[in-house]
């Protein structure tokens, strides 16, 4: 039915000649709410890139390498406790999630001094419980003369981390020359910082598939609290929070 003979159904008319037009009209709107029903029902197709980052960017655990850089001390000096803390730490994470051995490698033509290194970082991996059974030497090339070359230790083990790297940016922001940029959804590298930095953050990275077990209660504040039961009082703890002023600027 067209626009047309619907206005023509609204113009005032006899008495006799109403009752016809009334079925006309209402057959017109019959059809435009059918016409209009067809593109309410329609089926989208699926979004080719997912609404929430957490999607296009999913924190997974996977096997990938473990590595620690140790910046050898100068001729004559021995590894500082940060060095030594940080193999140490380095040697725990090796005993909860690594795999095979940790393989030490030293960079090729260096001097004496990085020769040196490697056995005092032996010797900081015996302390931590890593015998020399669990290390494999080797060495790597050196691509720039110029830039401090670094010992580095390697084990491969269950790590968390993204799907795929950041940086990806498979469209123009702008999207000028196409109905990309009119769909009102975010790009495609939006969230994945934010999920890489929280995988870099996580301390055991089974934390992420699984909760921990619970650790056993405190039996002290158990009895505690059931002691103020019993005495009739409340068991909840009251803090008492001071205001102290940072500074004179803006009052305390």
């Known amino acids: 039915m067209s626009a047309q003979q619907v206005y023509l159904a609204r113009v005032p ?14 057959c017109a709107l019959a059809t435009l709410v059918v016409l209009g029903g067809c593109g309410v029902n329609r089926v989208l197709p699926p979004p080719t890139v997912p609404y929430d980052y957490r999607d296009r960017h999913p924190v997974v655990l996977a096997e990938a390498a473990h590595t620690l850089d140790l910046f050898p001390p100068p001729e004559g000096a021995r590894l500082d406790n940060e060095n030594v803390a940080r193999i140490a730490e380095y040697a725990s994470n090796y005993r909860h999630f690594g795999r095979g051995k940790i393989a030490l490698l030293a960079p090729t033509g260096a001097s004496a001094a990085p020769r040196r290194a490697v056995d005092q970082i032996k ?3 015996a302390q931590a419980g890593i015998g020399a059974d ?19 230790l390697s084990f491969q083990g269950i790590k968390a981390k993204t ?5 990806d940016w498979p469209q123009d922001l702008a999207s000028g020359g196409s109905f990309q940029g009119w769909q009102n959804e ?3 590298n939006f969230g994945c910082a934010t999920q890489a930095t929280l995988a870099a953050q996580v301390a055991d990275p089974r934390d992420i598939a699984a909760a921990r077990g619970e650790t056993p209660a405190d039996i002290e504040m158990r009895m505690r609290s059931i002691g103020k039961v019993r005495e009739g009082s409340s068991p909840t703890t009251n803090w008492d929070l001071k205001g ?3 500074s004179g600027i803006g009052g305390n």
């Open 13 to 26: 008319m006899s008495e006799k000649t109403r009752r016809p037009r009334v079925g006309l009209g209402a």
């Open 123 to 125: 010797r900081a991996l």
């Open 134 to 152: 669990h290390i494999i030497l080797g060495s790597y090339p050196v691509s720039d003369a110029h830039l401090s070359a670094p010992i580095r």
């Open 163 to 167: 799907a795929h790297r950041c940086g």
């Open 186 to 188: 975010s790009y495609w």
């Open 244 to 246: 102290n002023a940072i």
